[in-house]
């Protein structure tokens, strides 16, 4: 069974430029997470879809973050303008179906460094 | 909030048992315990969940008290592919919300 895909895995850009992330969850999967891991830390929450609405974007900084899961599928995140602290993994999981009990799978990340 | 604390760090050797045990003194009624295992440069990978006493998979033993206020994982015979860096969280119920916190990084010597 394919995992969690994630592109691009390292990304450098200077601040105020705007990137964007991509996430192919696992096949069936219903529920997606976007996690920011910064360095030392354990990840933090973004963004959680089901299906293609959002279930909790608390913790995105709106501001300058967006996401959207079009399809129930695939996801972008994307950072416009980037800042120097948004250095960090920014992490796509999944799960079968809502729930806190529900195992995630992580993919591998994406780097994101801001000069 | 179901806040957990657990050691930042801890050192071992192979072939050695390995325990890391774990603080929720704030745990609800329908709370689970999960446990997530985190390599370099990976995303964390689900280890083991359990609501009481003991749970036991192919990859570890999970120990919870009749109180539920703790929990232990435990790793036996570790070797050097164990040393990661591994979360205790509490999985919430009333929000359907699990909450990473900066784990344990467990280092394995040879």
């Known amino acids: 069974e394919a995992g969690v895909a994630q592109s691009p895995r390292y990304k450098i850009i200077e601040k105020r430029q705007s990137v964007a992330f991509w996430c192919n969850p696992i096949?069936?999967?219903?529920?997606l997470y976007w996690y920011q891991q910064i360095l030392g830390q354990g990840p933090k929450l973004l963004i959680q879809?089901?299906?293609?609405?959002?279930?909790?974007d608390s913790q995105l900084p709106k501001d300058r973050f967006s996401a959207e899961r079009l399809k129930g599928v695939d996801s972008t995140l994307k950072i416009q303008p980037a800042k120097l602290e948004d250095s960090a993994v920014y992490l796509c999981?999944?799960?079968?179906?809502?729930?806190?009990?529900?195992?995630?799978?992580f993919g591998p990340g994406t780097r994101l460094t801001v000069l | 909030l179901a806040k957990t604390t657990q050691p930042i760090s801890m050192d071992s050797y192979e072939g050695q048992e390995v325990n890391i045990t774990c603080s929720h003194n704030?745990?609800?009624?329908?709370?689970?315990i999960t446990w997530y295992q985190q390599f370099p440069s990976q995303g964390p990978r689900f280890i083991i969940q359990?609501?009481?006493t003991k749970v036991t998979n192919e990859v570890a033993s999970l120990f919870i008290p009749a109180d539920r206020k703790s929990s232990t994982l435990s790793l036996p015979r570790v070797s050097l592919s164990d040393t990661a860096v591994y979360y205790c969280?509490?999985?919430?119920?009333?929000?359907?919300?699990?909450?990473f916190g900066k784990g344990t990084r467990l280092h394995i010597l040879p």
């Open positions: 999981a999944s799960s079968l179906a809502q729930g806190s009990y529900n195992e995630q799978f």
């Open positions: 096949s069936g999967h219903a529920t």
């Open positions: 879809f089901q299906n293609n609405g959002v279930v909790d």
């Open positions: 704030n745990i609800a009624t329908n709370d689970y």
């Open positions: 359990g609501y009481k």
């Open positions: 969280l509490v999985a919430r119920r009333r929000d359907d919300k699990i909450i």
